[in-house]
């Protein structure tokens, strides 16, 4: 198994600002994800979150909005920039242990723009 | 491109009752399903998977079924307890690939 702690749990931004949101995990994984989770819909994958390289993007995610990092196995962080309210929404970080078994997640970001 | 779909209305049943969730899927051939549970302000916490080749699993109070002809699954909690009442959400995934997300069916279990 694994325990997540991400951080910070909520927060409220002004538009145009940007937000660093950080996952630490317990133990060493080698498969990170970062997904978005808005009002009334299924988590959507932004990317994997890949060590050492830049991370695998989704369609209609781009580096440059999201930008991530993944400095080792257990730490990663994911950057919502020049955000505006379309980006309210809980940011989750999961990872898998072994592919294709269960996922663990932390506990979620519920970031508000305003 | 691929969907799943869940109950999309909320499920309120009377305590001891069993419960039933439906996952379907379309324009995908998934090898795995999984079943998480979401409270309000946590991350989903798993519950049980089922593999392509399995028609049944069960875990305790729960049971999950995989019917590649019907393309669904059934997520059943037998003798519900209020402590049951959450969001449940349905995964489907291949093997190497990305987890795809239902909404998540909202279930309340009244006393």
């Known amino acids: 198994s694994a325990v997540i702690s991400q951080k910070p749990s909520r927060d409220i931004c002004q538009r145009g600002t940007s937000l660093t949101i950080q996952c630490q995990v317990d133990s060493q994984v080698t498969m990170m994800f970062w997904y978005r989770q808005q009002p009334g819909q299924s988590l959507t994958l932004i990317a994997t979150?890949?060590?050492?390289?830049?991370?695998?993007?989704e369609s209609g995610f781009v580096i440059d909005k999201f930008p991530i990092s993944r400095p080792n196995l257990t730490f990663s962080t994911l950057t919502v920039s020049n955000m505006s309210p379309e980006d309210s929404s809980i940011y989750l970080c999961?990872?898998?242990?072994?592919?294709?078994?269960?996922?663990?997640f932390g506990q979620g970001t519920r970031l508000t723009v305003v | 491109s691929q969907k799943i779909e869940q109950n999309s209305e909320a499920l309120n049943i009377q305590e001891g009752k069993t419960a039933t969730l439906t996952c379907n899927y379309t324009n995908y051939s998934p090898a795995y399903l999984q079943w998480y549970r979401q409270d309000p302000g946590r991350g989903p916490v798993f519950l049980l998977l089922?593999?392509?080749?399995?028609k049944e699993k069960r875990k305790e109070r729960l049971k999950v079924t995989f019917d590649t002809t019907l393309k669904q699954s059934l997520f059943h909690i037998t003798a519900s307890q209020p402590a049951d009442s959450a969001t449940y959400l349905c995964?489907?995934?291949?093997?190497?690939?990305?987890?795809?997300f239902g909404t998540g069916t909202s279930l309340t279990v009244i006393p």
């Open positions: 089922i593999r392509e080749n399995e």
């Open positions: 979150a890949n060590q050492g390289s830049e991370a695998t993007y």
């Open positions: 999961s990872v898998e242990v072994i592919w294709n078994t269960e996922a663990f």
């Open positions: 995964a489907a995934s291949n093997t190497g690939n990305q987890f795809y």
